[in-house]
């Protein structure tokens, strides 16, 4: 069975920083791509960017909103996924999902992050 | 980006009624569409994917399709615990977008 966890949500200030990640199991883990998803307070849900595997080239593509000031990055020997976040914004509060592929077969049960002063 | 959009936005049914929810893409997507059930303070989760393919385990009231232009989302026969939020999702191309979501109640 598939399991995602995220960690590493908070509280932070507007222009800090703040790193996430999620810990896979039940998945071979260095062939997945890994998506991370969004969903702000009420709201719907918001795809913010995703990692190929390494055998692809370990691509990583962005949403517009949050290029330049997020990185997804990968340790295939942990068996986990990172968002590193910088450069808040208020509206970058949101609970933050990690998936598997682009289908989103599987998800965590999300990490809130509270950008506010 | 392609634009997904979502109707409607909220529905009330009573139990043992059918549901069913449509999505328009803005272009074509290859029927590369998936649908969600998000429950309060959940992680959402795949029922259907490729638009009429069954995830395991998801109950057979649950179905998908294509009318022309438009892709639905049925929930036949609905049960209590259907209550929750289903979005659409397309994963054609990048950036991965959503509709905006089905809120359906039980009455």
């Known amino acids: 069975e598939v399991h995602l966890v995220e960690s590493g949500g908070g509280l932070v200030k507007p222009g800090g920083s703040l790193r996430l990640s999620c810990a896979a199991s039940?998945?071979?883990?260095?062939?997945?791509?890994m998506t991370w998803v969004r969903q702000a307070p009420g709201k719907g849900l918001e795809w913010v960017g995703r990692?190929?595997?390494?055998?692809?080239?370990?691509?990583?593509d962005y949403a517009g909103s949050v290029k330049a000031r997020f990185t997804i990055s990968r340790d295939d020997s942990k068996n986990t996924l990172y968002l590193q976040m910088s450069g808040l914004k208020t509206e970058d509060t949101a609970v933050y999902y990690c998936?598997?592929?682009?289908?989103?077969?599987?998800w965590g049960q999300g990490a809130l992050v509270t950008v506010s002063s | 980006d392609i634009q997904m959009t979502q109707s409607p936005s909220s529905v009330s049914a009573s139990v043992g009624d059918r549901v069913t929810i449509t999505c328009q893409a803005s272009?074509?997507?290859?029927?590369?569409l998936n649908w969600h059930q998000q429950k309060p303070g959940k992680g959402p989760k795949l029922l259907i994917y490729?638009?009429?393919d069954l995830e395991t385990g998801v109950p057979s009231r649950f179905s998908g399709g294509r009318i022309g232009t438009h892709f639905t989302f049925t929930i036949s026969n609905l049960q209590p615990e259907d209550a929750a939020t289903y979005y659409c999702?397309?994963?054609?191309?990048?950036?991965?977008?959503f509709g905006g979501g089905t809120k359906v109640e039980i009455k």
């Open positions: 998936a598997t592929s682009d289908m989103l077969l599987y």
């Open positions: 039940g998945l071979t883990f260095i062939n997945a791509w």
């Open positions: 990692i190929k595997s390494r055998a692809e080239g370990g691509t990583v």
């Open positions: 272009q074509d997507i290859n029927n590369h």
């Open positions: 490729d638009v009429s």
């Open positions: 999702q397309q994963y054609d191309k990048i950036p991965l977008t």
